[in-house]
Nanobody
């Protein structure tokens, strides 16, 4: 079992930047595919980006590609999401999630594929 704790969310102005962090702890016996998701009020949770622990295989949904960067620090076992050029429609609660195994490059980024979730961190852009 793995535990995930997000941090770094806050209120920023349009065009600003934020870096979200997700501390990963618990099960270290296997590799996890780590994902970032977000959910705005009244909307479904949607995928943002994903990366496999310890690998350089980032994937982004079209809406954030070129603005967001996902990374994983193996030494700290921490997942990051660097967000630049933030827009009001980026406002949401951001969640990190983990699923055992590597990320599959051809798989869509869907919440249903992830077994473990953090509690989320709020990002507000105005």
């Amino acid at each position: 079992h793995v535990q995930l704790v997000e941090s770094g969310g806050e209120s920023v102005q349009t065009g600003g930047s934020l870096r979200l962090s997700c501390a990963v702890s618990g099960d270290t016996s296997q590799t996890y595919c780590l994902g970032w998701f977000r959910q705005a009020p009244g909307k479904e949770r949607e995928g943002v980006a994903r990366i496999t622990q310890g690998r350089n295989d980032p994937y982004y949904v079209n809406r954030v590609r070129g603005r967001f960067t996902v990374s994983h620090d193996s030494a700290k076992n921490t997942l990051y999401l660097q967000m630049n050029g933030l827009q009001p429609d980026d406002t949401a609660k951001y969640y990190c999630a983990a699923n055992p195994g590597v990320c599959y490059s051809r798989a869509p980024l869907l919440p249903s594929q992830y077994a473990h979730w953090g509690q989320g961190t709020q990002v507000t852009v105005s």
